[in-house]
């Protein structure tokens, strides 16, 4: 008798414990995410601004075409050859496929760039080995231009 007792004089406690308990917010977010924000003078672009690289770029993504980084700008072609314009000079060449299909490799004089390719941006890669998944930046995102 003394347990059942116990237990409905802490039922109304427990209740009441339960209902200060730190509530979680739910934001929801409008449908067209290719929107920018600004958060404490910080620019924030959207997920969908940046797809991912495709798994094998080469068959499954329409590459072809200029993309462009503020003034830069690449234009690549089916028959393995790009025009590069960087820092008002501008260079052509082959480029290399790498064995995963999904990144290229320029090499501009003394200079190697690596681009993972994605549908309708290229990633400037620091380097060979850099991943291809995970968080890209407008800084190293080239956006394919109507052509």
């Not at 409905?8 to 924000?37: I, N, S």
């Amino acid at each position: 008798m003394r347990t059942q007792f116990a237990l409905v004089a802490l039922a109304p406690l427990a209740l009441g414990m339960a209902a200060c308990g730190k509530k979680e917010e739910t934001v929801t977010t409008p449908d067209d995410t290719t929107a920018t924000a600004t958060t404490a003078g910080t620019p924030t672009t959207a997920a969908t601004d940046f797809p991912a690289v495709a798994a094998n770029a080469r068959t499954s993504v329409q590459y072809a075409g200029t993309y462009t980084n503020g003034a830069n700008s690449l234009t690549l072609n089916t028959d393995d050859t790009y025009t590069l314009v960087r820092d008002g000079k501008t260079s052509n060449g082959t480029f290399n496929w790498y064995s995963d299909n999904s990144r290229i490799l320029i090499r501009d004089g003394g200079t190697t760039h690596v681009f993972a390719i994605a549908n309708g941006a290229l990633y400037k890669l620091a380097s060979a080995d850099a991943p291809t998944t995970g968080t890209m930046t407008a800084e190293q995102t080239w956006r394919r231009t109507a052509n």
